[in-house]
């Protein structure tokens, strides 16, 4: 019963979006061409309901298909919309941050769960959050954070891996989880947090139903008979978030936090909670933006390591070329800590990370709408409202860019006589661009070039 109540909905939202929505979208005045397996009346509407692999190949196709010319999507209910895929487009978007924002499509799905965040902000409410962000991710706090808690969330690491070395079997993301939660714990609430705590486990739970509203249209519906679940997990990650808020704030008027050796980082100043307090008079946006820099932090670099330790076991020659960089440095600078290392000093080290990325970037889907009516570098005219999506996922794949081999994994393509080549962050969008570029950019590469040597090298894995 359930079941057809959904699809005459789902019906009636697609004669609803044929009938009143029309495109002003063109190109020299012309219409943009629509991908070969647009239906009627559901456009590209059933295409968003398949798993994420299948939509992302769709993506990969589209891009070998139509190459860097934007093409025209429709999907029942939103606004009409299109796919970029040009570096010049994406650096259009990018730099101009007044005229592309999350919109309501993103909006309306996200902020249940992280509010008036940096993920859903815009405008002067994400500027400050951002200013927030770059304070406490200052140089000498940087310093503290790569030298003092990584070593030691990292050691804790290696001992559950070493399980490995006798034969057990585990599940290395749970590990990687694990580990970015304790650091990222530790970085927005100075606090120490495990995956297997019951904030983390709602917060887990709460974050991956938010991405599912992406590509399920009738959520507001299905969450009216399935969403008990999504909304009392919101609920403990709200709460949670709430408390931790009060405890910094009262903590600042006994003027007694932060200094106890036990509970915080050595020589850190502040913390990100202090940070966003000393910026943001409102409590509940203070939660909302640490929860958002939380998960910006701990699910990405969880992912980004967990394929890279993956590609390399899929990849015996890499591994051993990565393990003979490791055994000459290490040769070479005997009795030298891990938190020496950095990435300029590990080139071969970097470039598997940076491709492990690029073949499975954290954050494969992204979109925007139009604050205003816009033209894209290639001619392609915008109205108000209009939805601009881009695929990391499938640019990365881009034989375009990446050459014919942009489906392979090797490293090499990063390197240019030892010394790495980075892309601009319009051709390789893993770590976004413009004003909005990772503020945590800086510390995952630190997490990637400690994380080989840390304990004379991962021989578990």
Request: proline share 5%.
């Amino acid at each position: 019963m359930f079941i057809s109540i959904i699809v005459s909905i789902f019906i009636a939202v697609c004669l609803g979006s044929s009938l009143f929505k029309g495109s002003e979208i063109r190109k020299n005045g012309k219409k943009l061409r629509r991908p070969p397996n647009t239906l009627p009346l559901v456009g590209n509407g059933i295409l968003f309901l398949q798993a994420r692999h299948k939509l992302f190949s769709w993506f990969v196709k589209c891009e070998r298909k139509f190459g860097w010319e934007t093409f025209e999507i429709s999907v029942p209910s939103l606004p009409p919309g299109v796919v970029i895929n040009d570096p010049k487009n994406l650096e259009y978007v990018m730099k101009n941050e007044g005229i592309f924002a999350k919109g309501d499509f993103f909006k309306s799905r996200s902020w249940d769960l992280f509010g008036n965040g940096i993920i859903n902000a815009d405008g002067d409410l994400w500027k400050v959050q951002r200013k927030a962000g770059l304070n406490f991710l200052n140089a000498s706090n940087l310093k503290v954070l790569t030298d003092v808690a990584l070593p030691k969330y990292l050691e804790e690491t290696l001992a559950q891996l070493r399980i490995a070395e006798n034969g057990k079997t585990i599940n290395l993301e749970a590990v990687f989880h694990e580990f970015t939660t304790k650091l990222m714990g530790r970085m927005a609430y100075d606090m120490d947090m495990r995956s297997g705590d019951p904030f983390s486990l709602a917060f887990e739970y709460a974050s991956g139903a938010t991405g599912e509203r992406f590509q399920n249209p009738l959520w507001p519906v299905t969450e009216m008979v399935f969403g008990g679940r999504l909304k009392s997990s919101i609920a403990k990650v709200k709460a949670f978030g709430t408390e931790i808020v009060s405890n910094a704030v009262r903590a600042r008027q006994e003027k007694s936090q932060v200094n106890n050796e036990q509970n915080s980082l050595d020589s850190i100043s502040g913390s990100l909670i202090n940070s966003l307090l000393d910026s943001i008079d409102d409590h509940q946006m203070v939660a909302d933006a640490a929860l958002n820099y939380l998960s910006a932090g701990r699910d990405t670099t969880a992912q980004a390591l967990t394929w890279a330790f993956y590609l390399l076991m899929r990849h015996p020659r890499v591994m051993d070329s990565a393990r003979q960089e490791a055994a000459y440095l290490t040769k070479e600078n005997p009795g030298r800590q891990s938190t020496t290392y950095k990435p300029t000093t590990v080139p071969y080290i970097m470039a598997v990370f940076y491709e492990a990325l690029r073949l499975y970037p954290p954050v494969p889907f992204e979109i925007k709408q139009c604050e205003q009516a816009t033209t894209l570098p290639d001619g392609t005219f915008l109205p108000r409202h209009a939805v601009l999506v881009w695929c990391p996922w499938a640019m990365n794949r881009s034989r375009s860019i990446w050459g014919e081999d942009a489906d392979d994994f090797r490293p090499e393509r990063w390197l240019d006589d030892g010394v790495i080549i980075l892309k601009t962050a319009f051709e390789y969008p893993v770590f976004n661009g413009g004003p909005r570029t990772c503020l945590g950019k800086k510390m995952a590469e630190a997490v990637a070039a400690q994380s080989y040597f840390a304990d004379g090298g991962w021989a578990a894995v």
